[in-house]
Every structure is written in C-alpha cells, then in structure tokens.
C-alpha cells in the first residue's frame, strides 16, 4: 500500500501474481478483484488496499487432500515438472507486453499459445 501511496497510483495500477490451487499446473487465468479464497498472501493486500486489483493467477493444482495443500504450496516443484515451469515463466515473459497495455485476453491467449507450442 505504501508503495502506491507514494507514487500516487491506484490498484487499478496494481498487477499481482499468485500460486492458484485451484487451477490445473502451469495453466495461467487473468481475473480482476475477487476474494482471497484463503489465500494468505491475498488476504493481506485485501486488508491494505481492499479486493479490486489485477491478479494473474498461476495454476499449481491442488494436492488432493486439505492436510497436504501447505506442503504443496509450500515445497518445490518436482523435477519432472521443471520444463513446464520453464515455459510457462517463458510464455509469460514474452507476453508481458500484453499485460502493461491491459489486454489481459490477448495475453492469457498468447500465453496458452506458447506453452502448447
């Protein structure tokens, strides 16, 4: 909050991106406001500057059962799934353009284009 206090900007200036359980691995969703759906981090800018910010929501999958979901979040990826952490990093670079012009469409779109190629 301080830092968008200080440069005089809104949340509508404000992109946040998060692990998403509910997501399948790698897939990668645009969604404006919402709640925090437990999530901590979520929470806590909920708390500073309310709900309506920009997130860019990065699947991880859940784990399948609730005890397991904080070592899930918590821990690192497997090796085996290295490559496809590598593309989806990769994609979401290469279209970044898309975000700082607030086409979130085009860059989800993009996005999934590069990571099935």
Same mark, same amino acid.
Not at 87 to 105: P, Q, S, Y
């Given at each position: 909050? @301080?830092?968008l206090r200080?440069?005089? *900007?809104g ?6 991106f /998060?692990?998403?359980?509910?997501? $399948? ?7 404006q406001?919402?709640g925090h759906a437990g /999530?901590n981090?979520?929470?806590?800018? #909920? +708390? /500073? *500057?309310g ?8 699947g991880?999958?859940h ?7 904080t070592?899930?979040? *918590?821990? %690192?990826? $497997?090796?085996? @799934? @290295?490559? #496809?952490?590598a593309?989806? *990093?990769g994609a979401?670079g $290469? @279209?970044? &353009?898309?975000?700082?012009?607030? &086409?979130d469409? !085009?860059?989800? %779109?993009?996005? $999934?284009? !590069? +990571? +099935?190629?």
């Amino acid at each position: 909050g @301080e830092a968008l206090r200080f440069y005089k *900007l809104g949340t509508d200036a404000l992109t946040v991106f /998060h692990d998403e359980l509910d997501l $399948a691995p790698f897939k990668v969703k645009v969604k404006q406001g919402g709640g925090h759906a437990g /999530h901590n981090g979520l929470r806590s800018i #909920d +708390q /500073h *500057l309310g709900a309506e910010f920009r997130r860019i929501r990065l699947g991880i999958g859940h784990p399948g059962h609730k005890d397991r979901v904080t070592g899930h979040v *918590l821990g %690192n990826f $497997a090796k085996a @799934e @290295e490559d #496809d952490l590598a593309a989806m *990093l990769g994609a979401i670079g $290469a @279209e970044a &353009d898309w975000l700082a012009k607030r &086409d979130d469409v !085009r860059f989800t %779109n993009d996005v $999934a284009l !590069r +990571q +099935q190629g």
